[in-house]
């Protein structure tokens, strides 16, 4: 009769804590300034539903400490805050204005210029998208985080300018998910994700 006996084998995850590394091989193809095809099979992205469908006003619009930001996914809209405008307002995906009436509003990205990034997030142990706007008033652009949830309502948040000329924003909802990615949410809790600087212990019989 065989004896049993009980190991432990430890693995080291030789990277920082915390740390989100881009997985070479995750791409998300784009299709439109506010559409993109994951190579990885889950789908594609289409924030079309969240674009405003009035050319005069952004879908999502906050204030912050002088500043009104709006951001319009598809298509470019002329935003009038306390008389600034948006230059290249047809082409226009992120705006800074002036909300004291002081000044002009600026582009901080074009509609022409997205390009769509998927990276693995190990910490949230998931894929992740973001899109950024080039081709803003000087060298300013923007980058728009998207943030898979089950709603479709969504939620906009400025994050920060960091570093100067860079516009840090997320936006939240069901549309900024692949289309295959609500499936692969719902079965998540039951797989096991390793954050950097983890230790996997395995324990098993012999």
């Known amino acids: 009769r065989n004896r049993m006996a009980l190991h432990a084998v430890v693995l080291f995850v030789a990277l920082s804590c915390g740390m989100t590394s881009t997985r070479a091989d995750l791409d998300c193809k ?3 300034s506010c559409s993109c095809q994951m190579n990885d099979g889950t789908g594609t992205i289409d924030l079309s539903p969240l674009a405003s469908k009035n050319k005069d006003q952004a879908a999502f619009v906050q204030p912050v400490e002088g500043y009104v930001y709006t951001y ?3 298509t470019g809209v002329d935003y009038n805050q306390a008389n600034g405008t948006c230059q290249a307002k ?7 204005v002036f909300d004291t009436g002081k000044g002009k509003g600026v ?14 997030d190990n910490e949230a142990g998931e894929t992740k998208v973001n899109v950024t706007y080039q081709g803003g008033e000087g060298t ?31 936006l939240s909802s069901s549309h900024c998910c692949s289309s295959g990615q609500h499936i692969r949410k719902k079965h998540s809790h039951n797989s096991m994700a390793i954050s950097g600087g983890s230790i996997l212990v395995i324990l098993y019989t012999l």
Do not use: W
């Open 30 to 32: 784009k299709l439109s």
């Open 72 to 74: 319009n996914p598809c």
């Open 90 to 96: 047809d082409n226009v995906a992120v705006c800074q």
């Open 107 to 120: 582009s901080c990205g074009a509609q022409s210029e997205a390009a769509f990034n998927a990276y693995y």
């Open 140 to 170: 300013r652009l923007a980058t728009v985080i998207l943030v898979c949830t089950g709603t479709e309502d969504p939620d906009f948040k400025f994050i920060a300018e960091d570093p100067p000329g860079h516009y840090n924003m997320v």
